[in-house]
């Protein structure tokens, strides 16, 4: 099965070969077609498992099949500002071709970052992601157009009734509508997401998905280290052996292209693979390192999924991945058809945190290997307290309204 048996609108198709899916995980080849009849889904998932793709894709389609008006149509609520930014980067790729606006509503930003999501509440962006507390600040104000809500989604379900966010799901439930479409995930089915499901969904179809694990004949090898000593580090383990076929993942643009320039210069074969690039250019890139042209491709993390190749040696993780979901897929790409391979992963001190929730997905620790000496002292891996005081800046995610 593929998404195109899914029968999506021809412009989130576009989004989605864009951005290199073909086949659906478990989680979307079940969820979908339920969610595509209009039913409700209580889904126990990980992160890790597609879950996301597997409510946006249908969602979207639906908001592109229906009357075009200034409200809300989908509202996904989410326990954390990094989940909220996370889906709505996820958001803006599958509806790049497509008319669809959203914005991310989350607390710890400044005035400017309100009035911005005000004006969009007002004027009925078509999907929401926000966090319980910011948006019953905007609820509470009266103007957050949701009369002719369509879809509400609870992601993480379990994770914010930990964190104690009942009693604020429940007050957000009071402004919707009460006829709409609930799709509810979570990790775990303790008895009190079952209570919430009962009080929120309408006979839903329950499903179960357990997270795929890396094949074992990958060698997944970590190093704590500081920003600046990556590209340096990179450059000694390119030039320690003779590699057939590398594929290094960055999580930007900018970084992709910085990092493919500073390899250039040692004149190592590399080319680079990110949205910058056309259909054409993106197809010829991967022709060339499929036929080993050049040995080293550099690639923007949202491609990771599109790169289908055999025999490669190595992956460099040259930023940690958002999720677990990520962090597989990357690694997916090295050891297949019974080989083995190696993926290396690089992280700085604020990436901490993220790696560790990896860990945790997996079930173990991922070795740490220690740095060459010339390349200076590392900082101590202790991702807990970086998960802690992770991301104070203010990375709001802009408001995008194309229609």
């Known amino acids: 099965m593929n998404f195109k048996d899914f029968n999506f609108n021809s412009e989130l198709v576009k989004g989605i070969e864009s951005i290199g899916f073909e086949k659906p995980t478990p989680i979307q080849e079940k969820a979908i077609p339920i969610i595509m009849q209009g039913e409700d889904i209580i889904a126990s998932a990980q992160t890790g498992t597609g879950k996301t793709a597997a409510f946006l894709l249908p969602v979207i389609h639906k908001i592109i099949s229906s009357k075009k008006d200034d409200h809300i149509k989908a509202l996904i609520i989410v326990p954390t500002r990094e989940l909220a930014m996370q889906i709505d980067q996820q958001l803006e790729g599958f509806s790049y071709f497509t008319s669809i606006s959203s914005i991310a509503v989350y607390g710890g930003g400044d005035g400017t970052s309100f009035s911005m999501e005000k004006k969009a509440l007002t004027e009925g962006a078509d999907i929401i992601i926000g966090t319980p507390g910011r948006m019953i600040a905007h609820l509470n104000m ?33 402004y919707l509508p009460k006829v709409r479409q609930n799709l509810l995930f979570a990790a775990t089915m303790p008895y009190k997401i079952k209570d919430l499901a009962r009080k929120v969904l309408n006979n839903p179809k329950e499903i179960n998905i357990a997270l795929s694990k890396p094949v074992e004949k990958v060698l997944q090898v970590a190093y704590v280290l500081y920003e600046q000593q990556k590209t340096p580090l990179v450059n000694h383990l390119l030039s320690s052996k003779h590699l057939r076929s590398v594929i290094i993942f960055c999580s930007t643009k900018s970084s992709t292209k910085q990092l493919a320039k500073e390899l250039k210069k040692l004149r190592l074969s590399v080319d680079e693979i990110h949205s910058d690039l056309d259909q054409k250019s993106r197809e010829k890139v991967l022709l060339d390192f499929r036929n080993r042209k050049t040995n080293i491709l550099v690639a923007t993390d949202i491609l990771s999924r599109g790169i289908d190749i055999e025999d490669i040696d190595l992956i460099i993780n040259f930023d940690v991945p958002h999720d677990g979901e990520d962090y597989i897929h990357r690694i997916g790409r090295t050891a297949r058809a019974e080989a083995e391979g190696i993926a290396i992963t690089l992280i700085n001190e604020k990436e901490q945190g993220k790696f560790g929730s990896i860990e945790r997905l997996l079930g173990k620790t991922v070795t740490k290997a220690m740095l060459p000496k010339q390349l200076g002292s590392t900082p101590v891996y202790n991702p807990q307290k970086s998960s802690y005081r992770s991301n104070k800046r203010n990375n709001f995610r802009r408001y995008k309204n194309r229609k």
């Open 142 to 174: 009266g103007y957050v157009k949701v009369k002719e809500l369509e879809f509400l989604i609870l992601d993480e379900a379990d994770r914010m009734l930990d964190m104690g966010f009942h009693e604020d799901i429940m007050k957000i439930i009071g």
